[in-house]
């Protein structure tokens, strides 16, 4: 299957740039899988069509302010970096050590070598450049004399995707977007990017729908590389995805089990709720990493519904929405969207699929 059969034209004023003014104001087009039917609400309007016993099913990772400046050491060359994963390299550190290593993408002018050493964040931190990842990552060994995201929460700045211009970082729009970048539930830092769909919801709205007797289960998977890497290969059984590390507790995997058993729904909160949900060989209490890639044809196993912002073209993302609602619906969704002038990707509307 080609990639360009996942293209679609989009003005780009349709980008949105900046959050709504409150998260509950967020348009939400429903798509019926089984008529075709298409309607225009709002987020708030979910309530009507999730009820007892349906199961609501959340990312809970945390996006840390893994956009980090600095420089080269030796040159003083400017360095900016986006740190994916905290990974292990060698020996464990202990926990004052103060001694971390994480895969990174990276901007300089001229790249690092390997043991050339940088001064991060505002010198709070150094790095030592271990060596050259796959397709443009590296990993480094970070020092610092208090624990990373603690320095990370004062010099760090939310990981906003490109398409999100910000023509000067003020000290107020770095918090708002620290606020507004993030899902009112986040509890486990580690994300590089925001579970988007998660950022529409509000705690009112969560009580309203438990007392319609919905359910919430919360999952935990660390958005990396594999959730926003584009697609490049021209055939989309050519590109590969990454490994995004996830969690399921005992507790969630009880919550979404009595769902089913009960005739419920499981409402997939966002892409990163369905890739772990459908990595799961059985649904129970589970900790790994997945790679998996959904694309049409694909039999989802866990999935009764999904929530989920509006894509990029050619994305893994559309293409997994693809596979669960027909690449052709969801194309002409799509143009609908555009049609009614949506606000598209992380900061945008929103599509319950059903």
């Known amino acids: 299957m080609k990639t360009d059969l996942f293209n679609y034209d989009l003005p780009p004023e349709l980008i949105a740039q900046h959050p709504p003014e409150r998260r509950e104001l967020a348009r939400m087009m429903v798509l019926h899988r089984n008529s075709g039917t298409i309607e225009h609400r709002h987020i708030t309007d979910i309530v009507d069509y999730l009820h007892e016993p349906d199961a609501l099913v959340v990312n809970n990772t945390k996006v840390i302010p893994a956009r ?9 060359g400017k360095v900016e970096l986006l740190l994916l994963e905290e990974i292990q390299d060698g020996d464990p550190p202990t926990p004052s050590s103060g001694v971390t290593c994480w895969k990174v993408l990276m901007k300089a002018s001229r790249r690092p070598k390997a043991g050339d050493s940088l001064t991060l964040c505002s010198g709070k931190a150094t790095a030592t450049m271990l060596y050259d990842g796959e397709q443009g990552e590296a990993v480094l060994k970070i020092e610092s004399d208090r624990p990373l995201l603690e320095i990370l929460d004062e010099e760090g700045v939310p990981p906003l995707p490109p398409y999100i211009a910000r023509k000067a970082l ?3 729009q770095i918090e708002n ?24 919801f509000t705690p009112e709205l969560f009580r309203t729908l438990e007392k319609q007797g919905v359910v919430k289960a919360e999952l935990t998977l660390h958005v990396g590389l594999g959730t926003f ?13 990454h490994h995004e590390r996830y969690l399921v507790t005992e507790e969630a995997a009880a919550t979404i089990s009595n769902a089913r058993k009960n005739g419920g729904k499981v409402v997939a909160v966002g892409s990163t709720s369905v890739r772990t949900l459908e990595s799961l060989p059985t649904l129970g209490k589970a900790e790994g990493s997945t790679n998996i890639f959904i694309y049409p044809p694909y039999e989802f196993r866990n999935v009764n519904a999904i929530l989920t912002n509006f894509h990029l073209p050619k994305s893994t993302l559309l293409m997994m929405m693809s596979a669960f609602a027909s690449r052709d619906l969801m194309m002409k969704a799509y143009e609908i969207a555009v049609q009614e002038k949506y606000r598209f990707f992380s900061y945008g509307d929103c599509m319950l699929i059903l």
Do not use: C, W
């Not at 980090?68 to 003083?76: D, E, N, R, V």
């Open 68 to 76: 980090i400046f600095g420089h080269k050491t030796a040159s003083g």
């Open 170 to 172: 003020t000290p107020e």
């Open 177 to 200: 977007d620290k606020i507004r970048y993030q899902t009112v539930f986040a509890k486990n830092p580690g994300s590089a990017a925001a579970p988007t769909a998660g950022l529409h």
């Open 229 to 241: 890497r584009p697609v490049s290969a021209d055939i989309i059984t050519d590109h590969e995805m």
